[in-house]
């Protein structure tokens, strides 16, 4: 069974742009949550979904998003970057909301100059 | 709030020797409690997880933790490290949005 894939694995992008990252769970699971991990902040969670609802959300600006669509897949965007959102993001997914075991994509490694 | 404490940012230990990770957390209740590593440009891989049960718990690569009520702690250890484990080590607490520790960085001198 094939793991947690994200694309793309990384990106490089200026002030003020937008970005989307896309995450596919492992086949069956449901549920995804992606996290911000900065050397500043560490490992930090940024929202959850399941069946195409945002069930939690972490203390993030609205500049972040996200979405899911029905296969589980699911992407989230950044609007109007900062420096600060240079970080790797990293998605998540286990079988259900209520499963306390997640699986870990490798990561997209966003830069913003 | 839950929250997690690693108080060791590096540890540098020879190969071949045991090591012992620190981890402490707050938690309301009987807490989830998790170990993962992470190796350089990848994700997270679960170690192991604490639920309930044998405080003691075995995982994978030959890591068990060890769940102390009484210290609010939920230690790493592996009684003979091998260079390949020289990687970050996340402690966390809770349940399916578990609260991360700032990370234990792992380096195996030969």
């Known amino acids: 069974k094939a793991g947690v894939t994200q694309t793309p694995r990384y990106l490089i992008k200026t002030r003020g742009q937008q970005v989307t990252l896309s995450c596919s769970p492992i086949?069956?699971?449901?549920?995804v949550s992606w996290y911000q991990q900065t050397p500043g902040q560490g490992l930090q969670f940024l929202f959850e979904?399941?069946?195409?609802?945002?069930?939690n959300k972490g203390n993030f600006p609205g500049r972040f998003s996200g979405r899911q669509f029905s296969n589980s897949r699911s992407e989230m965007n950044v609007s109007t970057l900062e420096l600060g959102d240079s970080a790797l993001y990293l998605c998540?997914?286990?079988?259900?909301?209520?499963?306390?075991?997640?699986?870990f994509g490798p990561g997209t490694r966003l830069t913003v100059l | 709030a839950q929250s997690v404490t690693q108080p060791d940012i590096h540890i540098t230990v020879s190969e071949g020797a045991s090591l012992e990770l620190r981890c402490n957390y707050s938690?309301?209740?009987?807490?989830?409690l998790f170990w993962y590593v992470q190796s350089p440009g990848q994700g997270l891989q679960l170690l192991l997880k604490?639920?309930?049960?044998?405080?003691l718990v075995q995982g994978i690569k030959g890591f068990e933790a060890e769940f102390k009520r009484s210290q609010s702690s939920f230690n790493l250890r592996k009684p003979s490290v091998h260079w390949s484990d020289a990687a970050e080590y996340f402690c966390?607490?809770?349940?399916?949005?578990?609260?991360f520790g700032r990370g234990t960085s792992l380096i195996v001198h030969p």
């Open positions: 998540a997914s286990s079988l259900q909301p209520s499963d306390n075991e997640q699986f």
């Open positions: 086949s069956g699971h449901r549920s």
């Open positions: 979904y399941f069946s195409e609802t945002q069930r």
């Open positions: 938690y309301g209740a009987t807490p989830y």
């Open positions: 604490y639920f309930s049960g044998d405080t």
């Open positions: 966390a607490v809770g349940s399916y949005i578990p609260t």
